[in-house]
């Protein structure tokens, strides 16, 4: 039997945590191992429990996420965090980016979405709500997604182009690999060159790239 995906919530509405929590576990492929109130607890519970996924609000009392992000960020084997938000965007997204988050995920997700974004997590995917990529991509923009950027995606090579369309798509590695037929070795091989030509430091990063100069050109290639 597979073993279940460990996760922390971290969120200071009790009742949004425990729906959560309730609704993560029902599938039987999730275990909420620990619940947090703010970040300094969301630190605490992951240095306790080790899970492979944190769930964190940014807007808590005390230590936000944004804080508890710096803070995990130094840990060696800290877990795939995604930022649990709503449609009111802040300057935070930007900052969560460059702090590691490798997904941002809306409160009033459809359960399935939720769930599936977990394990997708779990194995090394990324994952956006496609309603806060049309929110983010045009603040993106104007903070400066530069011509250079756009440039490197046009000089990538058909395969390149192709692992970052997979990629795009919150696919994990062991996905991607089976898709192009290529072994997840490659594809991680793959994935560390995209990022470093992009000039970006996670797959949210890259992912957020192109769909911003794909919807700029009017679409996919």
């Known amino acids: 039997m597979e073993r279940a995906v460990r996760v922390v919530l971290a969120d ?3 009742l949004l945590r425990h729906g959560l929590g309730v609704l993560l576990q029902a599938s039987g492929r999730i275990q909420v191992v620990a619940e947090a ?3 300094a607890g969301a630190v605490d519970a992951v240095r306790r429990h080790r899970p492979e996924v944190l769930l ?3 807007q808590m009392p005390g230590m936000d996420g944004l804080a508890a992000l710096r803070v995990l960020s130094t840990m060696p084997d800290a877990p795939v965090t995604a930022v649990l938000t709503t ?3 802040d300057d935070y997204i ?3 980016l460059e702090l590691g988050a490798q997904g941002f995920l809306l409160k009033d997700a459809e359960p399935e979405m939720l769930v599936r974004a977990v394990l997708d997590l779990a194995a090394g995917g ?3 709500d496609p309603r806060i990529t049309a929110r983010l991509l045009p603040r993106l923009r104007g903070a400066g997604v530069a011509l250079h950027r756009a440039q490197a995606i046009a000089s990538l090579s058909g395969r390149e182009r192709q692992v970052l369309g997979l990629l795009a798509d919150g ?3 062991a996905n991607i690999a089976q898709a192009l037929g290529i072994t997840e070795a490659t594809v991680k091989s793959y994935v560390s060159t995209l990022l470093t030509k992009l000039g970006v430091h996670n797959r949210v990063q890259a992912a957020l790239l192109l769909h911003g100069v794909d919807t700029a050109a009017g679409g996919r290639p």
């Open 12 to 14: 200071d509405e009790p």
């Open 37 to 39: 109130v703010d970040g």
């Open 56 to 58: 964190l609000d940014v």
């Open 87 to 89: 449609f009111d965007l």
């Open 94 to 96: 930007a900052q969560a």
């Open 126 to 128: 990324a994952v956006l």
């Open 171 to 173: 696919r994990p590695n």
